[in-house]
């Protein structure tokens, strides 16, 4: 199993402005994802954080709105940049091993845009 | 498109009975499906697994079958209890990928 630390838990933001969440992991895991869940709704696979490389974003998310970063098998970070109150959600990060197929979930962070 | 589609938004259900909540998906050929919970304020948990080729899976008082033909899967939590509250999301993914598609979530609360 893996346990994930994600932090800030929740910031209110001035719109604009970007905030970096950070997602670490207690274990070396395979894969890293990051996921958006607006309020009542599911969530909506954001991307697959790849290590060394460059993210790969699903539909309706880019790179430069969501800049992610993972140096290295156990840390990553979402940046939400230029932030307007649409983006206003729970941000999730998760994580899986290559043995395993149940994915691991960070505790979320909940960001509002004001 | 693809779409998975969770039987209701919220269940109610006396304490001691069977819950039973549906996923019900299209334009998928899922390898595997998984059902996690949730609690407010907190990340998903994992519950259970059952794979394409499989009918049905346990795990102490839960019980998921997977029927591909129909393209479904019912979510079984036996002798329910109040703690059994939360929303159970069910999630698709295909061939080696670990990225999940969710279901938008049943809410489920077990009345005492």
């Known amino acids: 199993s893996a346990v994930i630390s994600q932090k800030p838990s929740r910031d209110i933001c001035q719109r604009g402005t970007s905030l970096t969440i950070q997602c670490q992991v207690d274990?070396?895991?395979?894969?890293m994802f990051w996921y958006r869940q607006q309020p009542g709704q599911s969530l909506t696979l954001i991307a697959t954080?790849?290590?060394?490389?460059?993210?790969?974003?699903e539909s309706g998310f880019v790179i430069d709105k969501f800049p992610i970063s993972r140096p290295n098998l156990t840390f990553s970070t979402l940046t939400v940049s230029n932030m307007s109150p649409e983006d206003s959600s729970i941000y999730l990060c998760?994580?899986?091993?290559?043995?395993?197929?149940?994915?691991?979930f960070g505790q979320g962070t909940r960001l509002t845009v004001v | 498109s693809q779409k998975i589609e969770q039987n209701s938004e919220a269940l109610n259900i006396q304490e001691g009975k069977t819950a039973t909540l549906t996923c019900n998906y299209t334009?998928?050929?899922?390898?595997?499906l998984q059902w996690y919970r949730q609690d407010p304020g907190r990340g998903p948990v994992f519950l259970l697994l059952?794979?394409?080729?499989?009918k049905e899976k346990r795990k102490e008082r839960l019980k998921v079958t997977f029927d591909t033909t129909l393209k479904q899967s019912l979510f079984h939590i036996t002798a329910s209890q109040p703690a059994d509250s939360a929303t159970y999301l069910c999630?698709?993914?295909?061939?080696?990928?670990?990225?999940?598609?969710f279901g938008s979530g049943t809410q489920l609360t077990v009345l005492p």
């Open positions: 998760s994580a899986g091993t290559a043995q395993g197929t149940e994915a691991f």
């Open positions: 274990s070396q895991v395979t894969m």
């Open positions: 954080a790849n290590q060394g490389s460059e993210a790969t974003y």
């Open positions: 334009n998928y050929s899922p390898a595997y």
């Open positions: 059952i794979r394409e080729n499989e």
């Open positions: 999630a698709l993914a295909s061939g080696s990928a670990r990225q999940l598609t």
